[in-house]
Structures are given as structure tokens and as C-alpha cells.
């Protein structure tokens, strides 16, 4: 399970940034080929087509955008803090979010969502067929699954790299998430 938690301290630096590198290409190329985009920190949106370009061009920037936050906000806590450990931490814990693009195989996920809305906008709820619902909550608890392990692997990681300890740290965490969820959302969306 620590593994799955909390790898920073059973590997290496090194060995880290490596498998980092490595899932933040895979899960690139799994957005690519079921046309899903990570046009966010804690974002992944279906579209009827996208490049591996986009995909991979959302995945570095998110990286980076994390770690530059961060790192400064690391640095606030420890000087100490090293830039590769907040790298590792940032790339570890997006691979939670590379699960999601396998629910739109066929853009199955992208079809369902286009027509629940559709019906939703019509304000004839009853007749969303019972395998779209079942999709779209099997979907949903999967993504908050995902969400939830990306905090966990995040804050693992972050702690390791800063020492970070009590409630005004996990406050400033918490804050600073949300401004690189923020400032990314706008940046992806104001130039893709």
C-alpha cells in the first residue's frame, strides 16, 4: 500500500523523476487516443478529437505550473527544499488521472455526457436510459477516487520534500492547489 501512497520514501530520486517522465508520456498518449485533455491541475475533459500535442503540451504545463507553485511555497516552509523532490511529487501525483481516459474507449464516456445533457437541457430527466447513469456514476466515483489519491500522493509527497508539518502548512498547501488549479484553467483555456 505505500507504494501506492506514499513511494517518496521507498525510491530514489532519480528513480522517481524517471517513472514520472515515463507515466506523464503514457498517460499523454492514453489522453490522445480516447480524446481526453488534463486542461487542469485537477481537470480531465472529453472532446471528440485532440492531439497528442495538446495532451502532452496540458500534461507539462500542469507539471511544471505545480511545481513552480510548489517549490515557492516549500520554500516558505524549509529552505531546504529541493526543486526535484516538489518535480517528483508533482509528476507522481497526476498518474491517478491517467485511469480516467480509459472510460471513453470509443468515445463512449464523450457520448454519454453529450447526451445526458442534451437531455438535461430538455428537462426530461426521466429519460436517461439506466446504462448511461450506471456509466456516468461508475465514472464519477472513479474520478473522486482519483482526485482523492491525487491529494494523498501529492501531500505525501510534498511533506517529504519539505518536512511540512501542522495546520498552517496543509492550509497553504490546500490554497496553493487551488491558485495553480485556477491559474491553469485559465492559461489552457486562453491559449489552446
Avoid at 498517460?27 to 478529437?49: A, C, K, P, Q, V
Avoid at 517528483?88 to 464516456?109: E, Q
Avoid at 428537462?123 to 436517461?128: H, K, L, P, T, W
Wanted: aromatic letters at 18%; a neutral charge.
Amino acid at each position: 500500500m505505500k507504494q501506492l501512497y506514499n513511494p517518496f520514501e521507498l525510491y530514489s530520486e532519480r528513480q522517481l523523476l524517471i517513472f514520472g517522465l515515463v507515466l506523464t508520456l503514457i498517460g499523454s498518449f492514453l489522453g490522445y487516443l480516447f480524446n481526453g485533455r488534463f486542461d487542469g491541475i485537477i481537470d480531465f475533459h472529453l472532446l471528440e478529437s485532440v492531439t497528442f500535442f495538446e495532451v502532452v503540451l496540458d500534461n507539462f504545463f500542469n507539471a511544471v505550473l505545480l511545481t513552480m507553485l510548489l517549490f515557492i511555497n516549500g520554500k516558505l516552509i524549509n529552505s531546504k527544499t529541493r526543486f526535484v523532490d516538489v518535480l517528483n511529487a508533482s509528476l507522481l501525483a497526476r498518474i491517478p488521472f491517467y485511469i480516467l481516459p480509459f472510460f471513453n474507449f470509443n468515445n463512449v464516456m464523450y457520448d454519454v455526457s453529450n447526451r445526458t445533457y442534451d437531455i438535461m437541457v430538455a428537462g426530461s430527466f426521466n429519460a436517461i436510459s439506466t446504462p448511461d447513469i450506471i456509466l456516468l456514476m461508475l465514472f464519477s466515483f472513479v474520478a473522486i477516487c482519483t482526485l482523492i489519491w491525487f491529494s494523498v500522493l501529492l501531500w505525501n509527497g510534498f511533506k517529504v520534500a519539505t518536512n511540512a508539518k501542522g495546520i498552517k502548512n496543509i492550509i497553504l498547501f490546500i490554497f496553493t492547489i487551488l491558485v495553480a488549479e485556477v491559474v491553469s484553467k485559465y492559461i489552457i483555456t486562453t491559449f489552446n
